[in-house]
Structures are given as C-alpha cells and as structure tokens.
C-alpha cells in the first residue's frame, strides 16, 4: 500500500513538471503612457485585436487595471503604467523573450518600463481621451490689465501729442470646441474698460473714459505637439483721437474689422509646466464714422506665456500671460501710432 502510494506521488511530480514544459503560459506586458495616447490605439498598435466586445482587449485591459475601472478607460495619464494582455508563448521559451522595440518615438509592448522624459514638449500633459470623447468643448475665462500710448499728429496743424492711459482693467472669454487632438473652433469675446490720463490742463478731454468690447470666430490648428496656428476673424472695437477745436481733445471707439493669424510655440514643459511664446499678427482694415474716415491699418503682438495643465484634463489648465503690441492705423485727420503692455491670467474648463 505505501508502495502504491509513493508510486501515485511521484506520478502526480512527474505530470506537474510536464505541464511547465508543455502547457501554454499567457506572457502579461505593460506599457507605459505617452502623451495624446488613446487606450484604444495602444491596443490597435500592440495588434491586441478584437479591442472592442466581451472578448475584447479593451474590456480585458480594463480588468487587469483597477485604476482604469473607473472611467472604463477613457482617461490615462502620460507616465501611466498599464498591464495589457500578452500575447500566448510556451513556459520553455519564456527565458528567451526579449524586450520589443518600437517602430516610432512611442513605446511599443515591452516588459521593460521605459523611461519618461520630463523635458519633453507637449500640450498634453495632463489626462488623455479616447477619440470616443471628442469633441469636446471647453471655456477660458481671463481678467487683465492694460496700460497703452498713444502719439498722434494733427495733419493739418501738425501739432503731436502723446496720450498715456491709466492702469486699465478687462475680461476675456472664449468658447472651444475641440475636433480632435490638432484641430478646434473657437469664439472669443472681451470687454476692455479704458481711462486717459490728462497731464494739461489747457486741453480738455471728450469721451476720456469708457470701454471697448470686441467679439468673433476662428479655427486653430496643432501643427506639432508644440506648434499651433490658429485664424480668425474678429470686430474689435478701437480708440481713435481728434481735434475737433482747438484745446479740445476727443476719443472715439469705432468698430473694426480684424483677420488675424495667430501663433502658439512651447519652448520647454516640465511635467504639467509648460513655457512658451505667443505671436501676432491682425490687419485693421477701413472704417468711418460722421467726421472721419479710418485706413487700412495693422498690428503686431508679441509675448510669453506660461501655463499648467490640470491633472485630469486632457485642454484644461491655468495660464499667465505677458503680451506687448504695436498698432498703427491713420485716419483722414491723424496719424496715429499705439502701443500696450498687458499682463492677463487664464483659467480654461472643460464643460
């Protein structure tokens, strides 16, 4: 009887040991995220097909990542590492697997974590989306403050004068709807208060203080992960100044037409930090009022920005910006030359 039993002992070590050498082992892999990745795509790339159904490898991706669970992996995190279905190899080559290359910048399906590069540019830098979920639309919400010059001189007379602003406050908004990862639509709107300062008090000033609304619609588009340009076409309206007697100045706002092309460049990114410059420039184009009439004019704006990306949006963030312009645009009695300083901080949203 114990000889039997001994016998069965070691049949059953025997079998054990076959099955090691035999039998099919699942071979797990994980990736890690790159920024703008999608789930899907990361499955498509890896060719884990089917990725969607009960059998697909979105759902077993899910299962194996608990931390993917909650949004049913709509939303990864560049630096994320995540455990994705392998693919079938036998238990004895295991030993002889080695680590796959990438095909592109991006990681392809290895077991060995690769390293993230901090220093590296992009605008997402926080959460990323799976196509599913565009579009998707956000809001930006901006305050700033504005100081301006302007140097004029009467045609006729051919007297100057320089006119210096007071510390000037305004509101910015803008509606986007983003497309997909390069391609968006955008409304902008802004309410500008203005005040004039007045060092002579032999001249009087008309319409010294007020405020300047402007609105309109463009289309932006990500060339590269840091290089955006984006087109729109706004009315602004702007200050001009006349004489219309002697020892009496007057301001007026007219509304103005303005193409413009716009450019976006992220100089450097330090996890959701990002360091950039912003440039512009805006055609002025004719307009009139009952005494004067405008010409074509032009604009030009330079700046730096800097911005954080929030955690858990993929265009949402906070943003500071320092922008300096130069604005000519003559009418039929004045030349006139402007120039502004304006320092604005920038909350964007995802709705």
């Known amino acids: 009887m114990l000889q039997l039993i001994e016998m069965l002992r070691k049949l059953t070590y025997f079998l054990s040991a076959l099955s090691l050498i035999f039998s099919p082992l699942v071979q797990a892999s994980h ?130 004068a320089q006119i210096l602003s007071d510390p000037n406050l305004g509101l910015d908004a803008v509606w986007t709807i983003h497309w997909s990862k390069s391609f968006e639509i955008f409304l902008p709107g802004s309410y500008q208060r203005y005040s004039v300062q007045n060092p002579n008090i032999n001249i009087s000033y008309m319409n010294h203080k007020g405020s300047l609304v402007g609105f309109g619609a463009g289309v932006g588009y990500w060339l590269t992960d840091r290089f955006q340009a984006r087109l729109s076409y706004d009315f602004q309206q702007e200050l001009f100044i006349h004489a219309p007697i002697v020892g009496q100045v007057q301001f007026d706002a007219l509304m103005v037409s303005e193409p413009s092309l716009a450019l976006r460049y992220s100089l450097f990114q330090l996890g959701r930090f990002q360091l950039g410059l912003d440039a512009e420039y805006r055609m002025l184009m004719n307009t009139s009022n009952d005494v004067y009439k405008v010409d074509q004019g032009k604009s030009y704006l330079g700046g730096v920005f800097i911005r954080e990306q929030f955690r858990h949006q993929r265009f949402g963030g906070i943003e500071a910006k320092l922008n300096y312009s130069i604005q000519d645009q003559d009418t039929d009695l004045e030349t006139q030359s402007g120039k502004k300083l304006s320092l604005q901080f920038g909350l964007d949203w995802e709705l």
């Open 31 to 160: 990736y890690v995220v790159q920024p703008k990745d999608f789930l899907s795509e990361i499955l498509k790339q890896n060719n884990l097909y089917p990725v969607y159904g009960l059998n697909g490898s979105l759902k077993k991706t899910v299962l194996m990542n608990p931390a993917l669970a909650k949004d049913n992996g709509n939303k990864i995190y560049p630096g994320q590492r995540i455990n994705l279905p392998g693919s079938v190899v036998l238990a004895q080559e295991q030993n002889s697997i080695q680590p796959t290359e990438a095909s592109s910048e991006k990681n392809s399906l290895t077991s060995n974590e690769p390293s993230v590069n901090l220093g590296d540019v992009s605008r997402s830098a926080a959460a990323t989306f799976d196509e599913d979920e565009l579009p998707i639309s956000s809001i930006y919400l901006g305050a700033n403050v504005e100081y301006f010059r302007f140097d004029t001189q009467d045609k006729t007379t051919f007297g100057e």
